[in-house]
Antibody, heavy 123, light 110 residues
Framework: QVQLVESGGGVVQPGRSLRLSCAASGFTLSDYGAHWVRQTPGKGLEWVAVISYDGSNKYYADSVKGRFTISRDNSKNTVYLQMVSLRAEDTAVYHC????????????????WGQGTMVTVSS | EIVLTQSPGTLSLSPGERATLSCRASQSVSSSFLAWYQQNPGQAPRLLIYGASSRATGIPDRFSGSGSGTDFTLTISRLEPEDFAVYYCQHYGSSPPKYTFGQGTKLEIK
């Protein structure tokens, strides 16, 4: 079964750090670009970051640039999101999503999504 | 930066009716890079349409996408009970990579 499963969410104080994981099954994640997208409760979707299939290219939304780092371990079929200096406005459900295949890693819609992991930043 | 504006915010219809959802871009975008997603409460978004008009794998043919330039439309020809959800449009494929979502249209049962 083709799926993505996120983990690592929780409640964290402002200024602290958290690392999210996204594990793929049923397909080889290393063939694809991978994204993180967040969704605030009752609100819409905000793209956060993307990483190329081989990890050589990474791009971020302005709202998280300099604080979040996307990475991947293709031997584990897993993508990560390291979040530091967390703020209240980072509170959201974080989804990972599959991007494009191979050299088209950044030019495709998101065809597989995980259910998400909740991150709450609160003192 | 491209902004996508969806209308209406909420659409109230009955099963069997036709739904027309709009997505307007703040500047012209390539139709090759416009997608639509469906999201039910507590679930992950599901890709419906990519390239403005191509249905994703397993999507019923009652869903269709159209449009070009700044105006795009998602049409559901005959609403089924499971179609009542929130729908988002998305632009992708810019350089450097940036991915923008509309604010969503909630399709509710009348």
């Amino acid at each position: 079964q083709v799926q993505l499963v996120e983990s690592g969410g929780g409640v964290v104080q402002p200024g602290r750090s958290l690392r999210l994981s996204c594990a793929a099954s049923g397909f080889t994640l290393s063939d694809y670009g991978a994204h993180w997208v967040r969704q605030t409760p009752g609100k819409g979707l905000e793209w956060v970051a993307v990483i190329s299939y081989d990890g050589s290219n990474k791009y971020y939304a302005d709202s998280v640039k300099g604080r979040f780092t996307i990475s991947r371990d293709n031997s584990k079929n897993t993508v990560y999101l390291q979040m530091v200096s967390l703020r209240a406005e980072d509170t959201a459900v974080y989804h990972c999503a599959r991007g494009g295949l191979g050299s088209g890693w950044d030019y495709d819609a998101f065809d597989i999504w995980g259910q998400g992991t909740m991150v709450t930043v609160s003192s | 930066e491209i902004v996508l504006t969806q209308s209406p915010g909420t659409l109230s219809l009955s099963p069997g009716e036709r739904a027309t959802l709009s997505c307007r871009a703040s500047q012209s975008v390539s139709s090759s890079f416009l997608a639509w997603y469906q999201q039910n409460p507590g679930q992950a978004p599901r890709l419906l349409i990519y390239g403005a008009s191509s249905r994703a794998t397993g999507i019923p043919d009652r869903f269709s996408g159209s449009g070009s330039g700044t105006d795009f439309t998602l049409t559901i020809s005959r609403l089924e009970p499971e179609d009542f959800a929130v729908y988002y449009c998305q632009h992708y494929g810019s350089s450097p990579p940036k991915y923008t979502f509309g604010q969503g249209t909630k399709l509710e049962i009348k």
